[in-house]
């Protein structure tokens, strides 16, 4: 089958996208305050309060930035009066961030409130689609953005300028409509200094289209480095690789409480909803949690941390809620709770394959859950699964740590298939008398069976060890068949006879 001309991709092709909050500390204050009213954001460190920044129905009756708040408010006696919050800004940047991961992995945080987005992952014909879905998601948080399009980091943000300018949501600048799109955009949208922006206009250049279309070296010889790294953006030859924000310390709730905290059932109350809340968010990117860390401060200034690991990542609440109220009842509180802070630790879901003849697990989680009430009853040292060690002395077994999928290799046994009678071995053996004639057992008495000697198969001689000082063993196997009874294992040792097994 043909591709139709046209619809062939360049697997080279970049771009980036540039989320960019106008007045983000204000708009972070501003989602707890309601959109419908006039806001502005005021400076009250200094001797006169004055307003920093304000949102369109403020500036509508007349408030602007610099004036004083008493001036400000007599222009507009419903305007509502905020101060910058870090909490807030804190919140909003998360918000921002975590619903920017819903669209791509690959994410700078550049400023507060600005966002570049690597859409390599991205196909081209998405691109335009999806920044309006993001825009619209982040509508419903309370934050109110543009979105910049562009094949290189500096024309993305160019274009997010463009669309803060021209009030529009989403600006594309298409690489094969650079320049004609460059001709609509005014110097000042390049965030050049005062002195660059003074020469151009002597010059008789209006826009950004009209600079770029100049010479390199004309600009070199007279404009010097700025000229020529403004050059270089706008006609994106000028690239750098993206500082990719860290996740770690994304999905992260913490609670100080008010009281000193005794009692272990709010603190639950307390994490499931944490749980809940984290968990949401975390699903949003596309991810899930490979670990919680659990830390709470006590009133006598000491506090507890924990990092608490998954078998496997996972977003189920009810096994996190597990996870970490277990944690917290494994512990004794010896101070008052005054803080709880909860983190999960993100990560991609994980794809195995599995073994086509294994058993498997069926619950990863409870297998682990298990597991460590089972240390916590009989010790770390106590747990594990029985592997034959390699030696010539039968019935030697040690403790190996347990697989992480029962079925798993590293405990089946080398060697060819063994075929014939499988032999059942008593957990002890059991003392027996045996009659011998010519060094050939012919009846075996013992508390658990008795009888005649009718077939016999040995003796097989083995002994080891005698090199180890104290260590010596040497045993004669004898494999007989009782009347009416079946297959046994006859053991003659220097402690006499033992009936160590049966066939079946």
């Known amino acids: 089958m043909k591709r139709k001309e046209g619809q062939v991709r360049d697997h080279t092709l970049s771009a980036y996208a540039v989320v960019w909050c106008r007045d983000f500390r204000l708009q972070a204050v501003k989602r707890r305050s309601g959109r419908g009213l006039p806001v502005a954001l005021v400076d009250d460190t200094q001797r006169q309060s004055i307003v920093l920044c304000c949102n369109a129905l403020a500036a509508r009756s007349g408030v602007e930035p610099g004036i004083p708040t008493v001036q400000a408010l007599a222009r507009c006696p419903l305007l509502k009066v905020e101060r910058p919050s870090e909490a807030a800004e804190l919140a909003a940047g998360r918000s921002l961030l975590e619903t920017a991961l819903s669209w ?103 826009t950004l289209g009209a600079f770029a279309r100049l010479r390199r070296e004309d600009i070199a010889s007279r404009l010097g480095d700025e000229g020529v790294e403004l050059w270089l953006r706008l006609t994106g030859r000028l690239r750098r690789p993206l500082r990719l924000a860290k996740l770690e310390q994304l999905f992260e709730e913490h609670h100080d409480f008010e009281y000193d905290l005794h009692e272990r059932e709010p603190l639950l109350f307390i994490l499931q909803r944490f749980i809940e809340t984290l968990v949401g968010r975390v699903a949003q990117t596309g991810r899930a949690a490979t670990a919680v860390h659990f830390l709470l401060s006590f009133a006598d200034g000491s506090c507890h941390a924990k990092r608490l690991s998954l078998p496997e990542p996972s977003l189920d609440s009810e096994v996190l809620f597990r996870l970490v109220s277990g944690h917290l009842e494994s512990f004794e509180m010896k101070a008052a709770v005054v803080a709880l802070r909860l983190r999960f630790e993100p990560s991609d879901p994980v794809a195995s394959q599995k073994n086509l003849f294994g058993a498997g697990l069926r619950n990863r ?140």
């Open 104 to 206: 791509v992995p690959g994410i700078e945080e550049t400023g507060p409130g600005i966002l570049t987005l690597d859409l390599a992952t991205q196909p081209p014909a998405q691109w335009q689609e999806s920044a309006f879905r993001l825009r619209d998601r982040l509508f419903f948080l309370g934050l109110e953005v543009v979105i910049g399009l562009g094949e290189t980091p500096a024309l993305a943000r160019l274009a997010a300028q463009a669309a803060l300018h021209g009030g529009v949501e989403v600006w594309h600048l298409r690489p094969e409509e650079r320049l004609e799109k460059l001709d609509q955009l005014p110097l000042i949208i390049a965030e050049t200094g005062s002195g660059l922006n003074e020469k151009l206009r002597l010059w008789g250049l209006q």
């Open 365 to 504: 989680h409870q297998y682990e859950e298990t597991l460590k009430r089972l240390r916590k009853i009989v010790g770390s040292d106590r747990i594990g699964s029985p592997r034959s060690v390699d030696s010539h002395r039968p019935g030697l077994f040690e403790d190996a740590p347990l697989p992480a999928e029962l079925g798993e290799g590293g405990g089946r046994a080398s060697g060819p298939p063994v075929t014939g009678p499988t032999l059942r071995r008593y957990p002890a053996g059991f003392r027996t008398r045996v009659q011998v004639r010519d060094g050939i057992p012919l009846r075996v008495e013992s508390s658990r069976i008795s009888g005649v000697v009718i077939n016999v198969s040995g003796p097989w001689k083995s002994g080891g060890d005698w090199w180890h000082h104290g260590q010596h063993w040497e045993r004669i196997e004898w494999d007989v068949e009782l009347l009416n009874h079946g297959l046994f294992r006859l053991v003659e040792t220097g402690r006499g006879w033992v009936l160590e097994g049966y066939y079946d």
